[in-house]
C-alpha cells in the first residue's frame, strides 16, 4: 500500500497533502480518532474532518475517494 | 752886504769843494743828509745858498729844510764849510719802513714769503729768519719759517723793524671719500683728508664744512658728471664724479599692513631704478622702478625688510593660508533641480566669495549657493580671494514624484511565495531608505537588505529562513535623490513546505501539522508490522 500512498502524495501534492501516522506508536491519536483497523484515511480541511475510509485499494480508487470528501473534480 | 758876503762864501766853498775830495762812506750819513739841506739828494750850491740866505740867524730845532746844517743853533760858516766840504756828493734819502704783507700779527704757512716795503730802496738789509730778496722799494722774505710763533726782524741801513706771525703747516690734500671718478648719489657727502687742518676752503659745487683736517662736500649735486673743485689757502684739487639720484621708496601693494596669503607677491615701487635689492623673506625680481618679492611666504605674522644701495624699507603683513577648493555637492557636471543648493568645501575658510548666479553663504570652510536655479544648462563661476572656479549642471524642475513599485519577486497578497528565495522589489527610480522583513507580530526576520539603485534586496540568512504557510510583511520607507518618500508594506504568505512526500506526524505535532494544514490534508493511519 505504501508505493501507492506515495504516488498519490506526490502527484497531488498541490491539491492536498498526505500524512500517516503509526497506531503502534502513536496511540494518542489512534484512541482519540478511534481507528479500529488498518489503513484507515481521514480527510482533514481547515482543521475539521470532511470524512475518512478504511481499506487497501489501488491508486485511482484512492484518489477517487479523495476528491469526492474534498469535492474536486478531477484535474484535467 | 750880507748877501754879498755870504755870495763870496760860496763861491769860495765852492771852489774849495771842486778841489778837496771826501767819501761820502767816510761820513756820517745823517751829517750828509744835514748837507742837502734842500733834501734834493745833492749837496750842491743850492744848500750852500739856503745856508746863505739865513746866515747868522738862529734856527728851530724843527726847522725845515734846517740851514743850521751842524745843529749848533745858529746859521754860520761851519754850516757853509760842512756843505762845502761835501759839495758834489749825492745823499741817498732815509729809508722807512712803509708797510708788510701779509701784515703783523696774521697767520703764515710755513712757504709763505713776507713782503716788507719801503719808502726808498733800503740798504744793508738782514733778516733774524729767511732770506731776504731785495727788488726797489720792496723786501721779500721767504723761508720756510718754523711752525709756531715767529718773531722776525728785519734790519736795513735806517731802521729795524720787528715782524710778529704765527706759522702754520701746508695743508696738503690726502685723500677724498668716496675717491674720484666714482658713482655717488645727488644726496650723498664727499669728504677729504688734509695732512694738516685746511684753511679757506671753498667749493665749486655744494657747501663745504671744515673740521679739522677733513673738509666735507654736501649737496645735493646735480645728477650727470661733477667736476668739484676744491680751493683752500695752500692748494686745489679737482674731483670727478657721475652724480646719480638717490632710489627712494615710493609705495608698495599690497600696502604694508595688511593681509596677504602664502603664495601672493609684493611689489614696491621705486622713484628709480634700485641696485643692490636685498630682502629678508621670498625671492626679489628688480624690473625697472620695481620690485617683485615672492613667496611662499609662512603664515603669520610677516616683517619683511627691503634693503637696496640707498636705504631700507620694512613693511608688516599678516600672511594666511591660500584658500583652495576641494570639492563640490553635487559635482560639477550633474543635474541638479531649480530648488537644489550646491556647497562648495575648501581646505580654509574662503573669503570675498562670489557667484555669477544664485547666492553664495559662506560657513567655515564652506559655501553654499542656493537659487532657485533656470532650468537648462547652468555655468556657475564662483570666485573667492584666492581663486575662480567654474561648475555646469543642467538645471530641471524639481522632482517632487515618490517612486514608486513597479516590479518584483513579491506582490502585497502574494500567498505562494518561495520561503527560501531572495525577494526583490523594483522601484520606479533609484531609492535609498530602510526596508526590513518583519512577522505580523512586527519582529524583524533578520534579512539582509541592500540597495541597488532601483531596487531593493532581502536576502535570507542561515538560521533565519522563513516559515511555510506564514504570513510576513516587508515594511519600510524608500527616498528618491529628490528625497520624496515611499511608505512601503507588502504582505506575503509563503508557500506550503510540502513536497509530495507523506508526513510522518506524531501525537505531538499533530495538531499543528494536521489541524493547522491550509491545504486540505489526508492522514493515513497505518500499522509498519
Known amino acids: 500500500m505504501k508505493p501507492v500512498v506515495t504516488a498519490v502524495a506526490l502527484e497531488y501534492r498541490d491539491t492536498f497533502t498526505f500524512a500517516k501516522l503509526d497506531v503502534n506508536t502513536q496511540p494518542q491519536k489512534t484512541g482519540e480518532y478511534h481507528i479500529r483497523g488498518t489503513p484507515t484515511y481521514i480527510v482533514f480541511r481547515d482543521g475539521e474532518i470532511a470524512g475518512a475510509f478504511v481499506g487497501a485499494m489501488p491508486s485511482n480508487v484512492l484518489v477517487e475517494r479523495i476528491l469526492g470528501i474534498l469535492e474536486i473534480d478531477e484535474p484535467e | ?29 745823517e751829517t750828509l743828509r744835514a748837507a742837502d739841506v734842500n733834501s734834493d739828494g745833492m749837496i750842491n750850491v743850492l744848500d750852500l745858498v739856503l745856508i746863505a740866505s739865513h746866515f747868522g740867524e738862529i734856527v728851530a730845532e724843527d726847522q725845515t729844510p734846517s740851514p743850521d746844517v751842524n745843529g749848533d743853533g745858529s746859521v754860520n760858516v761851519l754850516d757853509l764849510v760842512l756843505v762845502a766840504n761835501h759839495l758834489g756828493e749825492t745823499v741817498r734819502p732815509p729809508v722807512a719802513f712803509v708797510s708788510v704783507d701779509p701784515e703783523i700779527g696774521s697767520e703764515l704757512v710755513m712757504n709763505d714769503s713776507i713782503t716788507l716795503t719801503f719808502d726808498n730802496p733800503p740798504a ?12 726797489e722799494n720792496s723786501v721779500t722774505i721767504t723761508g720756510p719759517f718754523t711752525v709756531g710763533d715767529l718773531e722776525l726782524t728785519v734790519t736795513w741801513t735806517d731802521g729795524t723793524e720787528t715782524l710778529s706771525y704765527t706759522v702754520r703747516p701746508v695743508a696738503a690734500f690726502v685723500s677724498a671719500e668716496p675717491e674720484s671718478g666714482v658713482v655717488i648719489t645727488t644726496e650723498d657727502s664727499i669728504t677729504l683728508t688734509f695732512d694738516h687742518p685746511p684753511q679757506d676752503v ?81 625671492v626679489a625680481i628688480t624690473e625697472g622702478n620695481s620690485v617683485t618679492i615672492t613667496g611662499p611666504f609662512t603664515p603669520g605674522d610677516l616683517e619683511l625688510t627691503v634693503t637696496w644701495e640707498d636705504g631700507a624699507e620694512t613693511l608688516s603683513y599678516t600672511v594666511r593660508p591660500l584658500v583652495a577648493f576641494v570639492s563640490a555637492e553635487p559635482e560639477s557636471g550633474v543635474e541638479i533641480t531649480t530648488e537644489d543648493s550646491i556647497t562648495l568645501t575648501f581646505d580654509n575658510p574662503p573669503q570675498d566669495v562670489t557667484t555669477t548666479t544664485g547666492t553664495a553663504t559662506t560657513d567655515g570652510d564652506s559655501v553654499t549657493i542656493t537659487g532657485p536655479f533656470t532650468p537648462g544648462e547652468l555655468e556657475l563661476t564662483i570666485t573667492w580671494s584666492d581663486g575662480s572656479l567654474t561648475f555646469t549642471y543642467t538645471v530641471v524642475a524639481p522632482d517632487t514624484e515618490a517612486p514608486s513599485i513597479t516590479g518584483g519577486t513579491v506582490s502585497d497578497g502574494d500567498t505562494d511565495v518561495d520561503p527560501s528565495a531572495t525577494i526583490e522589489i523594483v522601484f520606479s527610480e533609484d531609492v535609498r531608505g530602510l526596508v526590513t522583513l518583519r512577522t505580523e507580530a ?7 537588505t541592500t540597495f541597488d539603485g532601483n531596487k531593493v534586496m532581502l536576502t535570507p540568512v542561515p538560521g533565519k529562513e522563513l516559515d511555510p504557510e506564514t504570513t510576513y510583511v516587508i515594511t519600510g520607507k524608500v527616498r528618491d535623490a529628490a528625497n520624496n518618500g515611499t511608505e512601503i508594506n507588502i504582505t506575503f504568505t509563503t508557500a ?34
Not at chain 2, 671753498?202 to 646735480?222: K, L, Q, R
Not at chain 2, 512586527?442 to 539582509?448: A, C, K, L, T, Y
Not at chain 2, 506550503?496 to 492522514?523: H, M, Q, R, W
Open chain 2, 1 to 29: 752886504m750880507k748877501t754879498l758876503t755870504c755870495s763870496l762864501l760860496i763861491l769860495s766853498l765852492a771852489f774849495l769843494a771842486s778841489t778837496a775830495s771826501y767819501a761820502q762812506e767816510e761820513t756820517d750819513i
Open chain 2, 124 to 135: 744793508d738789509v738782514t733778516v733774524s729768519t729767511g732770506t731776504a730778496t731785495i727788488d
Open chain 2, 202 to 282: 671753498t667749493t665749486s659745487t655744494g657747501t663745504a664744512t671744515t673740521d679739522e683736517n677733513s673738509v666735507t662736500i654736501t649737496g645735493p649735486f646735480t645728477v650727470g658728471d661733477l667736476e668739484l673743485t676744491i680751493t683752500w689757502a695752500d692748494g686745489t684739487e679737482t674731483l670727478s664724479y657721475t652724480a646719480r639720484p638717490v632710489v627712494a621708496f615710493v609705495s608698495a601693494d599690497p600696502e604694508s599692513g595688511t593681509e596677504i596669503t602664502t603664495n601672493d607677491a609684493i611689489t614696491l615701487a621705486f622713484d628709480h631704478p634700485p641696485a643692490d635689492v636685498t630682502v629678508s623673506n621670498g
Open chain 2, 442 to 448: 512586527d519582529d524583524n526576520v533578520g534579512w539582509i
Open chain 2, 496 to 529: 506550503s513546505a510540502y513536497d509530495g512526500i507523506p508526513i510522518e506526524v506524531t501525537d505531538a505535532n499533530f495538531d499543528t501539522v494536521v489541524l493547522g494544514s491550509k491545504l486540505p490534508i489526508v492522514v493515513e493511519f497505518y500499522t509498519d508490522w
